[in-house]
């Protein structure tokens, strides 16, 4: 591993603990009501069926997001593969 990434994971991920997606019901609850709160009202016009790309998923919980939500073409990409791995 690089020293770039080995740095970079020596961080904790911002969601780490109770707050990733093994984590606890609340603290996943809070997250979606961020989502549904900021981010939905740009993305509320996008059709269902359109192509979406997340960069830097991370563990994707805003694609399990989009998904609850009916989008269908979704997909995520994060240079951590033990991010993607969760």
């Known amino acids: 591993m690089n ?4 740095r970079l994971y020596e961080q904790p991920p911002v ?8 984590g606890n019901e609340r603290s996943g609850r809070k997250r ?3 989502f549904e709160y900021a ?6 016009d996008i059709p269902r069926h359109a192509r979406i ?4 998923c991370g563990s994707g919980e805003f694609l399990e997001y989009m ?6 073409c979704i997909r995520g990409i ?5 991010r993607t791995a969760q």
Do not use: H, N, V, W
């Not at 969601?15 to 093994?22: F, L, M, V």
């Open 15 to 22: 969601d780490a603990g109770e707050g990733t997606a093994k």
């Open 67 to 72: 998904r609850k939500k009916g989008y269908e």
């Open 39 to 44: 981010i939905f009202p740009f993305l509320r």
């Open 53 to 56: 790309l997340e960069i830097g």
């Open 3 to 6: 020293d770039f990434r080995r």
């Open 32 to 34: 979606e009501d961020f």
């Open 78 to 82: 994060d240079i951590s593969a033990e």
